[in-house]
């Protein structure tokens, strides 16, 4: 059974920009000339970073998107896959974190979305139910085909998926953090299954950053880092220290400045916060003058955490204490006005308003400063965007440019500038240099060293590792909705030991 | 959309009710008779007036990507409520204009509220307090109509000033308060941004939420004081003033003025060379001897030619 | 939770039925046959259009022409009717107009992803104001005395009314769980990014779903003129909202994704019966109005907080 099912050779990918076309003529690439494959009856784990291109890399393998370079055989035969749905009729089969099924129908309508049997000219629902059924007990599943979806339970709804997928005779399943949400009983009937399917001949690739899960179930793991294949192994070779510096041991060439210094004023404190009523509580500080990174998976919780501290997102338990005073139910008009900012990941539904301009960006949080008389004043405005433009170094013809024309470096320095331009205390930064070129990532570097030096206080959540590590006095790490540690910035706050505990938890840290 | 030349295209592009505006009252002065008479110019800009005092409203309701099917109705029950106030209350006329706006911003607030705080969609929310509230002036009516109205309450809207009704003058007045408060107070700042973004309004510490319920009472507001000039105009004050029918004409006005249905984009002055647009048609319409019927046909053809021209120049998907 | 969703299964069923009953016990003469019969025949013109708006409603959408095409299309088939044109073709001819509208919404919705609201708005509106042009504002009336007969008759004991509202009662309930077209639609108003992955176009969905709208509304509005033998440009304005208040009644959900069409039915029967028993009590139309109002607010207001504490209790991950 060792057929080769997959070969992805040199398959590379660009960054697009703001004006949808790619980057080429850079080093820096969401895939660069990446080789994977798959064999018949494997198990490919397959682990990175955020942003290490793994989504990506699969993606393309699952037909989603298109890769920009390489090739992609499927036994042996080239193919052009051109959506997930020719994908899914060469028989393969995507498994993603968010299912992808219709919450208001029943089980049997879902699996036969499309392709509805028919008796007569009638939509057969007997056969429906017959077959469905049929799917689900060759998973060892015996759900009624008549429940409806919504009422599942997360783990009954992926294998749902999982019985759709195998309904259309995939060889290959591609499975995303699939045991995200599962308890450790449904965790074992998943990993039973993935059993069967590998002696069925199937191959599987299992995207994961749970070592102690895989260990048991892989055949082969591959690392991905910054969008570079960086190596293979029989996971009987497998050494978690090995694979971390695989995963994390990139070369640090680069200075951070660092001339702030931490003072003694709490600024910010969060106890015994829980994100859901299911994840563990989460205490945290920041001091003023200090730079705090939140490190950890994207869907850990991270974002998840800031939100809740902004006032934006309820949380269940726990409280945030601001400059002393408790802010749990405030707004987040009432936390900007008192000193607080957040710049959020998503700059474009969250940090900009598309449609208005650069100046009108800008003045948005503090239209107070640049009004008179509860009017807005164009000379006020006008001479904040003027500075602002100059100080962030803003590429634009003038402070009248919409903002959906801007590259996205230079819209996310509107969006710094915005929050700048309240004087904060406390800033909070979600992934503030995603997207900008190694220059202005360096002046933004700078920037945040010179805020902090000038008294605010800063939480960093960012999952480049060597800018969290560069700039940080103290790191937490959060893994699945709560933090597991906290590392305090000297010779042995490395990226492998973020990376550790991302993927081994408090339970298997391998060096003190 | 990247380059912002300065050709023919980009100027009609950036002031598109001003020019629709300009071609139909040169076609009408060209091609109908008496259009461009003193009088009926005068007429034009007196049945412009009451519109467009409630496009205002309906106009900043439209920006939040909202909008209000209760317009109409709230026109008449202020008319009645007018009325009564004036004629069998005879109360003096402040105080009639006072408790008529408090109606209208009362409603206009139930709106809001319902809208935002129990989350029912807008038009659902509004489609059925419309409903409610032509039923509440019917019954306040006990079905008779109001006329012969006290002469200081028709005073608000009758007095001469250089030729024309003192309405067109608070409709003015109206106007430009609203155009200060929406392109150059902070409010309007962040009624647009509310419009446009509305999580990364939130985000940026604007209130969302007071400003969606302010719209609606501000709308309701508007609304009531339409219904009340309509009424001094005929001298009659009745619950069916307004209905769907003047919902419609308001909206109609609005989108030819500009106003975009997925919110952010509109303006008083559009929405005024809007209204003034399509009372300009219903002139012609009347001049030509057509059926004023054919009026509400072709208002609900305009707004189809708005939405799709709108749509291919301006996608806002 | 299995509880609650019964319960509010249940509470559907149990309230009208118990409602029912204790009117009937109130009010004089509700109980007649000849009453209930009656209010079918009423309630028969809001249940066809309620038929056709539950799948609206379902895909996340909402028809407001109602009005202007109960009006608009019986007035086109009345007019031909009187001209000397056959019955079934008149007839034929006013359902075409319906139905001719119903696409234009859905092509509108479909490819210009113009709101549902502001599109079927104008349609209504259009065609509300060509109902009154084509006739200069004047009603019509005095119909062959076969066509008043589909309105007023009866046939095996039931009024024909009645049976026809069996009959699209029995056809949207047909599609819904008898065609694969059912599930589509159902899947557009639940998870619209996976109809799309599945390779089923989503536009063909909206647009058929407004066009059987239109169909629905159409013969509604001959139904009426039938049992009204008159065509009245104004008539449709009363049924506009009644209908949408049928379907959510019926439990159909604003959000989209669920409905079935014997509930809305069911929805208009109560609607029916609600205002038949005012009527017999001696309550003011526009009261009625006022009521029924109200409740459409609450109801939608009550299933959106069910809705949302639902969510919130199954949220299992961040």
């Known amino acids: 059974m060792n ?24 080093d820096v690439k969401i895939l660069d000339a990446v080789d994977f494959d798959l064999a018949a009856g494997e198990v490919h784990v397959l682990v990175g970073e955020n942003g290490a291109g793994k989504s990506t890399l699969m993606k393309i393998l699952g037909g989603i998107i298109p890769p920009d370079g390489g090739e992609l055989e499927l036994a042996g035969l080239r193919v052009d ?129 749970r070592f102690e899960e895989f260990l048991g179930l892989g055949d082969r793991i591959s690392v991905l880092r910054d969008g570079r294949s960086v190596g293979s192994l029989p996971m009987s070779q497998f050494e978690p220290a090995a694979v971390i510096r695989m995963m994390a041991g990139r070369a640090i060439d680069q200075m951070y400045p660092r001339t702030h210094a931490v003072g003694a004023e709490r600024v910010l404190e969060v106890k015994g916060l829980r994100l859901t009523p299911r994840t563990p509580p989460i205490d945290l500080t920041v001091n003023r003058g200090e730079v705090v990174g939140l490190g950890g998976l994207v869907g850990s919780g991270r974002t998840e955490l800031a939100k809740s501290i902004f006032g934006v997102r309820p949380f269940s338990g726990g409280e945030v204490r601001y400059l002393g005073r408790r802010t749990t139910s405030w707004s987040p008009g009432r936390l900007i006005r008192a000193g607080m900012a957040f710049l959020s990941e998503d700059r474009k539904t969250e940090g900009l308003v598309l449609g208005m301009s650069i100046r009108e960006n800008l003045s948005l949080a503090c239209l107070k400063l640049v009004s008179r008389m509860g009017l807005v ?62 220059g202005a990532k360096a002046q933004i570097h700078k920037l945040i060293d010179e805020i902090a030096g000038s008294g605010v206080a800063v939480l960093m959540i960012s999952s480049e590792l060597p800018e969290l590590i560069g700039i940080s006095d103290r790191i937490y790490v959060m893994r699945e909705g709560g933090v597991i540690a906290e590392l305090a910035a000297g010779p042995g706050l490395t990226q492998e030991k973020v990376v550790e505990y991302i993927c081994l938890g408090t339970a298997g840290a391998l060096t003190q | 959309m990247t380059r912002e030349p300065m050709n023919l295209r980009a100027l009609i592009g950036r002031n598109v009710s001003l020019f629709i505006f300009l071609v139909l009252a040169v076609c009408a002065a060209c091609f109908v008779h008496n259009f461009a008479d003193r009088d009926n110019l005068v007429i034009i800009l007196k049945q412009s007036a009451i519109p467009a005092t409630a496009c205002i409203g309906m106009t900043m309701v439209l920006m939040t990507g909202g909008i209000d099917l209760s317009l109409g109705y709230i026109v008449g029950l202020c008319s009645i409520v007018s009325g009564i106030l004036a004629k069998s209350l005879l ?75 003192s309405a067109v003058f608070i409709a003015l007045g109206v106007a430009l308060v609203f155009h200060v408060l929406i392109s150059k107070a902070r409010f309007g700042r962040q009624l647009r941004a509310f419009g446009f973004g509305p999580r990364a309004a939130l985000l940026s510490g604007v209130p969302t939420a007071r400003i969606n319920v302010l719209v609606y009472a501000l709308c309701g507001t508007l609304a009531g004081l339409s219904g009340m000039l309509f009424t001094i105009r005929v001298n009659a004050a009745q619950p069916n003033m307004g209905g769907g029918v003047f919902t419609f004409e308001v909206v109609t006005a609005a989108i030819v003025g500009g106003t975009s249905l997925f919110g952010g984009i509109g303006s008083v002055a559009g929405s005024i060379l809007g209204v003034l647009s399509i009372k300009i048609i219903e002139n012609c319409i009347n001049l030509l001897g057509v059926s004023y019927h054919l009026y509400l046909a072709v208002q609900g053809a305009i707004i189809l030619v708005a939405i799709i021209f709108g749509n291919m120049t301006n996608r806002r998907a | 939770m299995v509880f609650s969703s019964f319960a509010r299964r249940g509470s ?76 079934v073709a008149s007839m034929a001819a006013g359902v075409a107009a319906g139905i001719a509208l119903g696409l234009f919404n859905g092509l509108m919705v479909a490819r210009l992803a113009v709101p549902a609201f502001i599109t079927t708005l104008v349609v209504g509106q259009i065609s509300q104001g060509l109902a009154l042009i084509v006739n200069g504002g004047r009603s019509i009336g005095a119909f062959p005395a076969r066509y008043v007969f589909i309105g007023n008759g009866a046939l095996l004991g039931l009024p024909v009314s009645d049976l026809i509202l069996f009959l699209f009662l029995a056809m949207g309930y047909f599609i819904q769980r008898k065609t694969a077209l059912g ?132 949220r299992g991950t961040l």
């Open chain 1, 3 to 26: 057929q080769t099912l997959v070969s992805m050779r040199g398959i590379t990918k660009y960054i697009y920009g703001a004006d949808g076309r790619p980057i080429r003529n850079t």
């Open chain 1, 81 to 209: 896959l051109r959506d997930a749905r020719d994908a899914r009729e060469h028989g393969i089969a995507f498994i993603h974190q968010e299912l992808n099924l219709c919450p208001n129908l029943d089980v049997a309508h879902n699996m036969f979305l499309g392709r509805e049997p028919r008796r007569r000219g009638v939509k057969d629902t007997r056969a429906m139910n017959e077959r469905s059924a049929e799917l689900l007990r060759a998973l060892s599943c015996d759900l009624d085909p008549r429940t409806p979806v919504a009422r599942l339970s997360t783990a009954q709804q992926q294998l749902v998926e999982i019985a759709k997928a195998m309904s259309f005779e995939s060889r290959v399943v591609i499975m995303d953090e699939p045991t995200a949400s599962l308890t450790k009983r449904e965790i074992d009937v998943l990993f039973d299954l993935i059993r069967r399917m590998r002696s069925d001949g199937l191959g599987i690739v299992y995207i994961s950053h």
């Open chain 1, 377 to 438: 004043s164009r000379g006020l405005e006008q001479a904040q965007s003027a500075a602002f433009i100059e100080q962030l170094n803003i590429v634009a013809r003038s402070a009248e440019q919409q903002v959906t024309t801007l590259s996205g470096g230079n819209q996310q320095k509107v969006v710094l500038g915005k929050w700048l331009a309240t004087t904060p205390r406390l800033l909070i930064l979600d992934e503030p240099t995603r997207g900008i070129d190694v």
């Open chain 2, 91 to 165: 109360l003096p006329a402040p105080e009639v204009v006072l408790i008529v706006l408090a109606v209208g911003g009362a409603i206009g607030l139930a709106n809001g509220l319902i809208t935002q705080y129990m989350r029912v969609p807008a038009f659902i929310a509004t489609l059925g307090s419309g409903y409610v509230i032509y039923g509440l002036a019917q019954i306040v009516s006990q079905g008779s109509i109001i006329n012969r109205l006290p002469k200081p309450f028709l005073a608000i809207g009758r007095t001469d000033l250089l030729g024309l009704p």
């Open chain 3, 12 to 87: 559907l069923f149990l309230l009208p039925i118990l409602g029912f009953l204790a009117l009937g016990s109130f009010i004089p003469h509700f109980l007649d046959v000849s009453n209930l019969l009656n209010v079918v025949r009423q309630s028969s013109i809001i249940g066809i259009c309620a038929v056709g708006m539950t799948y609206v409603i379902i895909i996340k959408g909402i028809d407001l022409s109602i009005a202007g095409l109960l009006a608009f299309c019986p007035m086109v088939s009345g007019l031909l009717m009187l001209a000397g044109f056959g019955i």
């Open chain 3, 183 to 314: 599930n589509h639609i159902l899947a557009l108003g639940g998870n619209e990014t996976v109809l799309r992955q599945e390779g089923i176009s989503a536009a063909k969905v909206q647009f058929l779903v407004f066009g059987f709208s239109g169909f629905c509304a159409a013969v509604a509005g001959l139904l009426l003129s039938a049992q009204l033998d008159t065509v009245h440009p104004t008539q449709g304005d009363a049924y506009q909202l009644d209908a949408i208040a049928a379907c959510i009644i019926g439990g159909v959900d604003l959000a989209g994704g669920r409905g079935s069409i014997p509930m809305a039915v069911a929805g208009a029967l109560v609607i029916g019966c609600l205002r038949n028993a005012l009527d017999l009590l001696g309550v003011h139309p526009f009261m009625q109005n006022v009521v029924i109002g109200s409740v459409i607010i609450l109801i939608v207001f009550l299933s959106g907080v069910v809705r949302r504490r639902t969510e919130l209790a199954t």
